[in-house]
Antibody, heavy 113, light 107 residues
Framework: EVQLVESGGGLVQPGRSLKLSCAAS????????MAWVRQAPTKGLEWVAS????????YYRDSVKGRFTISRDNAKSSLYLQMDSLRSEDTATYYC??????WGQGVMVTVSS | DIQMTQSPASLSASLGETVSIECLAS??????LAWYQQKPGKSPQLLIY???SLQDGVPSRFSGSGSGTQYSLKINSLESEDAATYFC?????????FGAGTKLELK
């Protein structure tokens, strides 16, 4: 059974940093592109970033480019999202996804002073 | 960026009815279209991928069709558990983009 468990969320002030982690199990992690998708409260879904099998290629939405960094550790079957210079508009539930197939339960990030 | 226009925004139907939800892409997405179901407080669950392929474990009353820029999700014989919000996603090119969602209510 595929399991994705996100952690690292919380309340953070604007301009500060936060790092999200996703522990994956139940599939061969290195065989899949991974991604982060977010959903602001009562809003729709927004793709944030994706990373290739070995981490050699990364892709970001324009609004997070230069502030967020997606990375992975295949030996640990883990995905990460380093979020710097956080803004109020980054407030959302962040989901770790296996391509488009499977989603974690999500972790809440609130950016507020 | 590819824009995904999803319709209708909301839908009310009775048990046993059949409903359809549409997604229109601003350019050809070559069947790279997925459909999700999301219930309140839960993460989205994949129903359909590559426009018409049914994800394992998803009831056969769900089906997807379409090509080019026009895609649809059909739900036959509605059951009470189908009350949810449905989203489409294009994964043809980055940035991936979602439809705004369709909230399905059961009468």
């Amino acid at each position: 059974e595929v399991q994705l468990v996100e952690s690292g969320g919380g309340l953070v002030q604007p301009g500060r940093s936060l790092k999200l982690s996703c522990a994956a199990s139940g599939f061969t992690f290195s065989d899949y592109y991974m991604a982060w998708v977010r959903q602001a409260p009562t809003k729709g879904l927004e793709w944030v970033a994706s990373i290739s099998y070995d981490g050699g290629s990364t892709y970001y939405r324009d609004s997070v480019k230069g502030r967020f960094t997606i990375s992975r550790d295949n030996a640990k079957s883990s995905l990460y999202l380093q979020m710097d210079s956080l803004r109020s508009e980054d407030t959302a539930t962040y989901y770790c996804t296996v391509g488009v197939l499977y989603w974690g339960q999500g972790v809440m990030v609130t950016v507020s002073s | 960026d590819i824009q995904m226009t999803q319709s209708p925004a909301s839908l009310s139907a009775s048990l046993g009815e059949t409903v359809s939800i549409e997604c229109l892409a601003s350019e050809d997405i070559y069947n790279n279209l997925a459909w999700y179901q999301q219930k309140p407080g839960k993460s989205p669950q994949l129903l359909i991928y590559y426009a018409s392929s049914l994800q394992d474990g998803v009831p056969s009353r769900f089906s997807g069709s379409g090509s080019g820029t026009q895609y649809s999700l059909k739900i036959n014989s509605l059951e009470s558990e189908d009350a949810a919000t449905y989203f489409c996603l294009q994964d043809s090119e980055y940035p991936y983009t979602f439809g705004a969602g369709t909230k399905l209510e059961l009468k």
